[in-house]
């Protein structure tokens, strides 16, 4: 593979590629992404992230171990496996967010790790993550956070619902209690337990607050239509 080296990055991709003609773009975008982050958090990482563009999710699948398919996944501490071609392009916060982050903590909980890459993420499938979630509470599709602090309930609905609602959650969650009490939180481990320290608010209690907020807006006809086509094709 060849290589190129940034101020916090190294990328490696295939001769001849989509990266490859990419690469500078792909190197400056990555570094704005990497700047947010720190600032955000509050954190320096020490090591530079190593990028691994692969031309197809089933390249990624490969490397990750299961064959599945897979566009993109962080492999602590500093390396992330992603696919870009002309299709499929696969970098921005996400991943970088996962890496970043995890120099402060790694909690047990997946829907905490995968709320705050989605609140730097912002969108999924191009929508914002707080129109998702109201889509699910009109729509009857709604987890509660509660529910999703749980590794098994997490992991056995669908990621078009967890990873927005979480992402919408953490978005909330900073908003009005603020980074530094957010970050407080996610050097826990027992997430439940550390609701109630930092918050003063059980899960239940957190997620009537948060859903209640949420239900104040009201979804655009037209944005639910779009909503419906992506979930339906």
């Known amino acids: 593979m060849k290589q190129y080296e940034s101020e916090h990055y190294i990328f490696n991709y295939g001769e001849n590629t989509k990266a490859e003609q990419d690469i500078a773009v792909i190197a400056a975008y990555q570094e704005s992404c990497f700047r947010y982050i720190c600032d955000v958090l509050c954190v320096a990482p020490e090591f530079k992230i190593e990028y691994y563009l692969c031309d197809s999710p089933e390249e990624v699948g490969r490397i990750y171990g299961d064959n599945d398919p897979c566009n993109g996944f962080a492999a602590p501490p500093n390396k992330i496996y992603a696919v870009y071609n002309e299709q499929i392009r696969c970098i921005g916060f996400h991943e970088d967010a996962h890496i970043i982050s995890y120099t402060v903590n790694r909690p047990d909980c997946p829907a905490i790790r995968e709320g705050l890459a989605m609140y730097f993420d912002r969108k999924w499938g191009g929508i914002q993550n707080m129109d998702w979630t109201g889509y699910y509470l ?19 609905e669908a990621c078009t619902i967890t990873y927005p609602i979480m992402g919408a959650f953490t978005d909330w969650l900073i908003a009005v209690y603020g980074i530094e009490s957010y970050m407080r939180f996610y050097k826990q481990q027992d997430m439940a337990s550390a609701m109630v320290q930092v918050y003063h608010k059980t899960p239940a209690e957190m997620n009537r607050a948060f859903s209640s907020y949420v239900s104040m807006f009201r979804i655009d006809e037209i944005l639910e239509q779009r909503m419906d086509d992506l979930l339906n094709n």
Not at 139 to 152: A, M, N, S
């Open 138 to 156: 009109k729509t009857g599709r709604y987890i509660p956070v509660d529910k999703l602090l749980d590794k098994d309930n997490f992991f056995a």
